[in-house]
């Protein structure tokens, strides 16, 4: 089935160390995204790719990176230098009109 | 630069009952739209979209949503509403050509109850 994977759904990680979170596709979309969501905020944009070897900063990219070596794979590194990683993450991909979207991960820091 | 103002962060309704759920955006350029539901835990899932046509939009699971250009509005409804329809429901705009930037809404939460 195409999709996107997210991996793991769930990852605890104590204050300071870096996490990288993963993400797959297999819809040969081109465009990849990273968002992060905390109750009451809705989806906001991290990261996004429109092309490999290719992204932009969306509206909270401090304390992570992002990586887009191949086209299906755009992995997410949330460092010590993000102050509340704290939240669930999601990342979603498009074609053309829509995105689809990942289970998400939700990263527990303590 | 774009925006999507979904102004009821909580609606509560009764099974059976109608629903509209409000959605409105500020955009300097042409924009699709979309609404998007999340259940606890996972992903989002497209219940509908605009992309051009017809300014009525029928959508997943009884939905249907109205684009209104002069209002600049979306808003989601269904007629008849089921206690598995509680979940948080996203509004979101994309720009139809240049950067593939979507914008959400802070969601609202429907509740449903028996």
């Known amino acids: 089935d195409g999709g996107i994977t997210q991996s793991p759904k769930y990852l605890f990680r104590k204050e300071g160390q870096n996490v990288t979170l993963s993400c797959e596709q297999n819809?040969?979309?081109?465009?990849m995204y990273w968002y992060r969501q905390d109750p009451g905020q809705g989806l906001r944009l991290i990261y996004y790719?429109?092309?490999?070897?290719?992204?932009q900063k969306g509206d909270i990219a401090e304390g992570y990176s992002v990586s887009r070596e191949k086209k299906e794979s755009f992995p997410l590194t949330v460092t010590s230098a993000q102050k509340n990683p704290t939240a669930f993450y999601l990342c979603?991909?498009?074609?053309?009109?829509?995105?689809?979207f990942g289970q998400g991960t939700r990263l527990t820091v303590v | 630069a774009q925006s999507v103002t979904q102004l009821d962060s909580q609606v509560p309704v009764f099974e059976e009952a109608p629903v509209e759920l409000r959605c409105n955006y500020s955009s300097s350029v042409s924009v699709y739209l979309f609404w998007y539901v999340q259940y606890p835990n996972q992903g989002l899932q497209l219940l509908l979209k605009?992309?051009?046509?017809?300014?009525l939009v029928k959508g997943i699971n009884g939905f249907e949503a109205e684009f209104n250009k002069s209002q600049t509005s979306f808003h989601l409804r269904k007629p008849s509403v089921h206690i598995s329809d509680t979940a948080e429901y996203f509004c979101a705009v994309r720009p139809t050509s240049g950067t593939y930037k979507y914008i959400f809404g802070t969601g609202t939460r429907l509740k449903v109850l028996a």
């Open positions: 819809l040969n979309h081109d465009a």
């Open positions: 790719s429109q092309i490999v070897n290719d992204f």
């Open positions: 605009y992309l051009s046509g017809s300014t």
């Open positions: 979603a991909s498009t074609g053309n009109t829509e995105a689809f």
